[in-house]
């Protein structure tokens, strides 16, 4: 397989997701400590998990120990990182599919 701008392309989309999703796990770990403060909501560390995100909820939740007692975040996390590459590998193998068959 060659690498080409389109997977160069792809990984930058799905590094820059991870990152932002990182990110949001800070952003909580560091607002569960202050008393009074506005979290973020578990549905929005699922809905970017679900967005391409997994990898970087799951690496944010064991960088900085947040959400690892909660079993819902200890099973769906892994099988959404499934899903996340399964989806991304489909949309590449269309998207190649598609390119090589037209004559640039």
């Known amino acids: 397989m060659i690498i080409d701008e389109r997977f160069i392309y792809l990984l930058s989309l799905f590094l820059a997701i991870n990152f932002i999703a990182f990110l949001i796990i800070l952003i909580d770990k560091i607002k569960s400590t202050n008393t009074g403060s506005e979290r ?6 699922f809905f970017m998990a679900t967005a391409f995100g997994a990898l970087g909820v799951y690496l944010g939740m064991f960088v900085f120990k947040h959400k690892t007692r ?15 590459g399964a989806l991304v590998y489909v949309i ?13």
């Open 70 to 84: 909660k079993w819902y975040f200890l099973v769906g996390i892994p099988l959404l990182i499934a899903q996340n």
């Open 40 to 45: 973020v909501s578990e549905g929005m560390m």
């Open 92 to 104: 590449f193998m269309y998207f190649s599919q598609i390119y090589s068959n037209h004559n640039y």
